[in-house]
């Protein structure tokens, strides 16, 4: 009989159990992990009190109890980042490098430049980033509504033994969400980024859901879907415009992008780790992106 790698218990913690990282909390404390979600004074004491409750179309509508702090004590096997690139620096103040051990973090941030804070702050071959494609919202502490017929990770970190994001990936999939791991570090990160810079920047600039962008403003988002692959192929990622217009147009009407919900709430937007980041990549790499750059320019009058 072959060990199965998914039957190992895991203690993972979870910084930010907001949309994606309570969606995440639930499903691994549900399949028998022990998760400790960190977060401020009274989601952490809320949590502790009510557990996680998840609607979900696709994984049920249950409550688990997990474990709550508002920092990390000791080592755990990982360490999920599921905070918003906003509010980043301030988050990972809960989780001090002296703590740590061998914890592996996995960013799920959105955007490419988080993995080089991470390792400037922490051991570089404990940095194993990954790209969720999942629409879940935090309804109130604890409360999780996952609203997407899916929920898929790519698991990647160059730095990191393949051991280790084998294990993840097979406590991951055993819990809920298909997980794979994949090789290259950059291509996965801007493979994410070349689906959702566009799609981000538009919805937000318009103040429209995708359906009536990519109707009403097909030749803006085709030139900025353009722009993007070319800097994602200098970057080592995949550069098919076609392909990316074919997803979005599969995707239903009125679909809005997180950054969107962010400024609709009034919330502090991630345009520089998306749009910013889009565009000091073009540059280093000589990519001409004049929509892009007039895009995130409008964006950030708007913002101030």
Not at 83 to 91: E, S
Request: proline share 7%; with cysteine; hydrophobic share 40%.
């Amino acid at each position: 009989m072959t060990h199965d790698l998914a039957q190992e218990q895991l203690t993972v913690a979870v910084l930010g159990p907001g949309g994606t990282g309570g969606l995440l909390a639930a499903l691994l404390a549900r399949a028998g992990h022990r998760v400790i979600c960190l977060a401020g004074d009274e989601t952490a004491a809320t949590l502790r009190t009510t557990g996680i409750h998840l609607r979900s179309g696709l994984y049920g509508d249950f409550t688990t109890p997990v474990e709550a702090d508002t920092e990390l004590r000791g080592p755990v096997d990982a360490c999920v980042i599921a905070v918003k690139h906003t509010t980043l620096d301030q988050a990972l103040d809960r989780v001090p490098p002296k703590t740590l051990g061998d914890t592996l973090l996995v960013p799920l941030l959105n955007g490419v430049e988080h993995p080089a804070t991470l390792r400037a702050r922490y051991r570089p071959d404990q940095v194993a980033p990954a790209v969720i494609r999942v629409e879940s919202t935090r309804v109130s502490p604890g409360v999780i509504e996952h609203g997407s017929p899916f929920a898929e990770i790519d698991l990647t970190g160059d730095t990191v033994p393949r051991a280790r994001l084998d294990t993840l990936a097979a406590a991951l999939t055993a819990a809920g969400p298909r997980t794979r791991v994949l090789d290259d570090e950059s291509a996965t990160l801007w493979a994410k980024m070349s689906f959702l810079a566009p799609f981000a920047l538009l919805t937000t600039l318009h103040r429209l859901p995708l359906g009536d962008v990519r109707t009403h403003h097909r030749e803006e988002l085709t030139a900025l879907v353009e722009e993007t692959a070319a800097v994602s192929a200098a970057n080592g990622g995949p550069s098919d415009p076609a392909q990316a217009l074919a997803r979005y147009d599969a995707f239903p009407p009125g679909t809005k992008s997180s950054m969107q919900r962010d400024a609709e709430a009034g919330r502090p937007l991630e345009l520089d780790a998306i749009g910013g980041a889009l565009l000091r990549a073009a540059q280093r790499h000589g990519v001409p992106a004049p929509v892009t750059t007039r895009v995130v320019r409008e964006l950030t009058a708007d913002d101030s």
